[in-house]
C-alpha cells in the first residue's frame, strides 16, 4: 500500500510539472495595437494574402476586403471570396466601428450578424504608403495579412511572420490565399 502511495504521489507531481511546463510554454499574445491610423487612408480594397482557417472563410480564394465609410460613421465592410472551383462569388457586408479611436485607433470591432462583433486589432501597418496590415483577433485562432495588392514581396512577407511569431502567433497555422483568378 505504501508503494502503491509514493507512486500514486509522483504521478500526481509529474502531472503537475508537466502542466505547469507546458503553461510556461504557451506564449501571451502581444495584442498591441498602431499608435496611428488614418481612417482615409485605410479605406478601399485590400487582398487577403493569407489567413488562419476558420469556418467562415473556409475553402474561399481570390478573398479581398473592402471598406467605406457609412452615413452612420461605421466602416461598410464587404468580404468576398471564390468557393475553390466554383465561378460564384460570395460575398458577406459588415460594419466595423471604433472602439477609442483617440487613445487606441487600431482597435475596431467588426460585425456581420445582428450586433454580434468580434475584435479586429490592426497590429502591423505599413504607415507609409498603407500597403500591408496584419490583422489579429483577441485570442491566437484570428490572423490575417493583407495587401492592397494580389501579392506581396517575400521580405515583407517575412517581416510580418517574424512580427507575428514574436506576438506570440503560430505562423505555421497560416494558410497562403490563392489570388490568381482574373478579377
Not at 157 to 175: C, F, M, P, Q
Request: net charge neutral; glycine share 6%; aromatic share 12%.
Amino acid at each position: 500500500m505504501k508503494t502503491i502511495l509514493i507512486s500514486f504521489s509522483a504521478f500526481c507531481a509529474l502531472i503537475l510539472f508537466a502542466s505547469c511546463a507546458q503553461a510556461a510554454e504557451k506564449t501571451e499574445l502581444d495584442l498591441r495595437t498602431v499608435d496611428q491610423l488614418d481612417l482615409n487612408r485605410y479605406l478601399g480594397k485590400w487582398y487577403e494574402i493569407a489567413r488562419f482557417d476558420h469556418s467562415f472563410e473556409r475553402g474561399l480564394e481570390a478573398c479581398t476586403a473592402e471598406y467605406s465609410l457609412r452615413p452612420d460613421n461605421k466602416i461598410r465592410v464587404i468580404n468576398s471570396g471564390y468557393k475553390m472551383g466554383n465561378t460564384k462569388k460570395q460575398v458577406s457586408e459588415g460594419k466595423a466601428k471604433f472602439l477609442n479611436p483617440e487613445s487606441e485607433p487600431g482597435k475596431l470591432k467588426v460585425s456581420f450578424f445582428l450586433w454580434f462583433y468580434g475584435d479586429y486589432n490592426v497590429l502591423e501597418l505599413d504607415q507609409e504608403n498603407y500597403s500591408y496590415v496584419l490583422i489579429g483577433g483577441s485570442s491566437d485562432k484570428y490572423l490575417w495579412i493583407l495587401s492592397r495588392t494580389p501579392t506581396l514581396p517575400d521580405d515583407i512577407k517575412n517581416s510580418l511572420l517574424e512580427k507575428a511569431t514574436k506576438r506570440g502567433y503560430d505562423v505555421s497555422k497560416l494558410i497562403w490565399v490563392n489570388q490568381d483568378r482574373n478579377l
